[in-house]
T-cell receptor, first 114, second 113 residues
């Protein structure tokens, strides 16, 4: 059983460009959450997708958008990249049965904006 | 305001020694608390998860405690190994109908030979 998989693992983009990150959840999970983790900091919640809709959103600008597909996989899109968007982007999947359900994380995508 | 505060920010210990990491939270209404281990540049891996009624939970050499009254948790690592060098992140979830998850900044642990 594959866990949460993210692609690509590393990415370098130029300021002003757009980027798409991808996440496949763990088998049996229906909810995907995205986090941004700056160096030396804890992950910051971006948004959560369930049933192909954004259910919750953290304090991130509209430049950050996402999508969830019928197979529960998800994409994170960031437009007009800024240098400050450089971070490790983590995807976590869970089953929206109870809030006690454990979330499994992918290995992350390291985005560098130059 | 929902917050999770961890201490110390970083810690250096010798291999074989024990250590305790602290987590204080103000998240409400409380649903559960999890400790994750995160190796540099990798995704967090779950160590323990505790709900309101649980006071202690162990996972090998890792033992987590929870005091829901004082809103404090600790993670105790016994007989540390070099591979324990990582960031340890406390994560608290609030049951707000769509549940909200707050991450601490983490404690960076360095285990030296």
């Amino acid at each position: 059983d594959a866990g949460v998989t993210q692609s690509p693992t590393h990415l370098i983009k130029t300021r002003g460009q757009q980027v798409t990150l991808r996440c496949s959840p763990k088998s049996g999970h229906d909810t995907v959450s995205w986090y941004q983790q700056a160096l030396g900091q804890g992950p910051q919640f971006i948004f959560q997708y369930y049933e192909e809709e954004e259910r919750q959103r953290g304090n991130f600008p509209d430049r950050f958008s996402g999508h969830q597909f019928p197979n529960y996989s998800s994409e994170l899109n960031v437009n007009a990249l800024l240098l400050g968007d450089s971070a490790l982007y983590l995807c976590a999947s869970s089953f929206l049965g109870t809030s006690g359900t454990e979330a499994f994380f992918g290995q992350g995508t390291r985005l560098t904006v130059v | 305001k929902n917050q999770v505060e961890q201490s110390p920010q970083s810690l250096i210990i010798l291999e074989g020694k024990n250590c305790t990491l602290q987590c204080n939270y103000t998240v409400s209404p409380f649903s559960n608390l999890r400790w994750y281990k995160q190796d540099t540049g990798r995704g967090p891996v779950s160590l323990t998860i505790m709900t309101f009624s649980e006071n202690t939970k162990s996972n090998g050499r890792y033992t987590a405690t929870l005091d829901a009254d004082t809103k404090q948790s600790s993670l105790h690592i016994t007989a540390s190994q070099l591979s324990d060098s990582a960031s340890y992140i406390c994560v608290v979830s609030a049951d707000t109908g769509g549940f909200k998850t707050i991450f601490g900044a983490g404690t960076r642990l360095f285990v030296k030979a």
